[in-house]
Nanobody, 117 residues
Framework: QVQLVESGGGWVQPGGSLRLSCAAS????????MGWYRQAPGKERELVAS???????EYADSVKDRFTISRDNAKNTVYLQMNSLQPADTAVYYC???????????WGQGTQVTVSS
């Protein structure tokens, strides 16, 4: 069993920054992909950014050059630094851990990010 615990959400004004953290615990294989998804009201959940244990990061076009995903593999923790936040970034952000080539995936409980003036 794998548990993902997110932190760092909140309210910020447009142009501001937030940093999300997600710590994974339990039985985790070292080669995995950790990432962040988000879901806004009335919309489908979408991938924001992901990064495999040894791979390069991948980003949604809407967040490129504004968000940065990083990992501390020793701590099984993934971070999402979000800069230049816009109202369109308002959503519940979910941490995800999965293994390439399998259907196995784990989700965090979600953390709310609200960008408004």
């Amino acid at each position: 069993q794998v548990q993902l615990v997110e932190s760092g959400g909140g309210w910020v004004q447009p142009g501001g920054s937030l940093r999300l953290s997600c710590a994974a615990s339990g039985s985790i294989f070292s080669m995995n992909i950790m990432g962040w998804y988000r879901q806004a009201p009335g919309k489908e959940r979408e991938l924001v950014a992901s990064r495999s244990t040894l791979g390069t990061p991948e980003y949604a076009d809407s967040v490129k050059d504004r968000f940065t995903i990083s990992r501390d593999n020793a701590k099984n923790t993934v971070y999402l630094q979000m800069n230049s936040l816009q109202p369109a970034d308002t959503a519940v952000y979910y941490c995800n851990l999965k293994y390439r080539g399998t259907s196995t995936a784990y989700w965090g409980q979600g953390t709310q990010v609200t960008v408004s003036s």
